[in-house]
């Protein structure tokens, strides 16, 4: 069974999307063609959404489901004449709070991801570059002024861990390749000892490790089984040994990864 | 008034986050300190939360709001014990879904975020690495891989906005700084006009851009009001006389920049 599913909004469309999709995510069984429509923000434009809601409407022989985070009455009206399945996720909520908080909603459009403070972004754009400056063991210097250090083997999702977290929660990453010569010490480098509190491992299985390598520099020594599966478990002997908390990545996406260590290491995010 | 709200969560609390920051960004009288608690998949995880709610109830002299994706319904029956006012994300929306899809949902722990198919993962890396390698104009002999090119000065947001659509919807999105030099030719540069149709310009107000740049080089002739006016003001100049789709990044978020290029570009989100 095919389902096209709608993710409408007046603003960017993320918290539509991200509930939508989680909501989906229950009905395994189900194909879903999602579409994110953003900045659906006049009755014109809702006017032209019920059109494709209704191309696919006929074209599925089903109708689509509406997840829907708008604001204006008349516009949310327009699309409600469409012939999909509304799920109105502001008005579901809204009146309880309403109540609860003993206040009014303001039922301004595209609130939740507006820039707010100029502080918020430049706190923001300041982790972004400090992720960027101080990636793979670019410089260590500024180790001091890190929330947290990622150690591991080269391409095992360090820097998208470091981004993640950066963009997300305004959290200073920075992060450190454990090389061949670090693992023949069999011993952590100088630069890390120091600040050991702040570091966290991530390890990876050889297989996937070996194929994320392969897309980089295909057949080398650096991209076979045999030195991944090695450094690999050089590195899972180094962390138990130094008592470094650490996480296999490879089931996980970069948003689990990213939770669960702060979860681990008690950071609490700068961006709320 | 000072309330708490907790986003609480069986696996990474975006969800729950994302929907309730909307929800409670709609009540901009009331200041809300905000927590999130991923992972709290166990019965004693959801007590020792009950004891956080209560705490927070206490020092508030309010109940707080307790935003929750939980499936689990003896964890969930254990939360409800807590003085919290509790909206019920999932609960809420699960049923009608049931009954319009005719499928029972899964009930499954943490799914929304989980890795799913390993190709979607390898996607999502090599579009950050994608980014990470055509950034700031470092390569241009890929550009024929590029979903977009975002153009502008330096410091003006667009290597942010490349990792930002990266990470969230796989866009393989390449930055060019248009630099003095362009500027003075009067003209786009060849590697950029050939693949005219990708390019995007983002452009800023010289005030922000002056603080940014400042951030990074302080008291430089490039951090000066006069240069960051006269490149903006010629690179604008640039964008109008080239017919290229351009935005004022200063009032936005990431986010917000993002969902607007896409927008504006036609381009569809890879990762769905």
Redesign the interface.
């Known amino acids: 069974m095919k ?1 096209t599913a709608f993710f409408i909004s007046d ?5 539509a999307e ?2 939508g ?3 989906l ?6 194909d879903f063609v ?1 579409l ?1 429509r ?2 659906i923000d006049s009755v014109e434009k809702a006017r032209a959404m019920v059109q494709q809601i209704n191309a696919a409407a006929e074209k599925d022989g089903n ?1 689509p ?1 509406i997840f829907d ?1 708008l ?1 204006n009455q008349e516009i949310r009206e327009v699309l409600a004449e469409s012939e999909g ?1 509304m ?1 109105d ?2 008005s ?3 009146s ?2 309403e109540q ?2 003993a ?1 009014s ?4 459009v ?7 403070q ?1 502080s918020k ?2 706190e ?3 982790a ?1 570059n400090f992720a ?1 400056d101080n990636d793979d063991g670019a410089r260590t210097q500024h180790y001091d002024k890190a929330d947290l250090i990622l150690v591991g083997v080269s391409r095992c ?1 360090k ?2 861990t470091c ?2 977290m950066a ?1 997300q929660y305004g959290i200073r990453a920075a992060n450190y390749p454990l090389t061949e010569e670090d693992m023949e010490r069999l011993q952590l480098p100088a630069t890390l000892k120091q600040h050991r509190h702040k570091l966290f491992g991530l390890t990876i299985d050889p297989d ?1 490790l070996t194929a ?1 390598r392969h ?1 980089r520099k295909p057949n080398s020594r650096y991209a076979s089984f045999a030195q991944c599966e090695f450094e690999v478990r050089e590195v899972e002997n180094l962390f138990r040994r130094e008592g470094i908390a650490y996480l296999n990545s490879t ?6 990864i ?3 260590i ?2 681990e290491k008690g950071v609490e ?1 700068r961006l ?1």
Chains 1, 2 share one sequence.
Do not use: D, N
């Open positions: 389902r603003g960017t469309g993320i918290t991200t509930l999709q989680s909501l995510a229950q009905f395994e069984t189900i999602k994110t953003p900045y109708r489901i985070t604001v399945f799920i996720i502001f579901s909520f809204l309880p709070l609860e908080l206040s909603s303001s039922y301004s595209g609130k939740s991801h507006a820039i707010g100029s972004y430049m923001r754009i300041e972004v960027l999702g820097t998208p981004l993640y963009m996937r994320i897309e089931t996980f996406s970069v948003e689990e990213s939770a669960k702060l979860v995010r709320k």
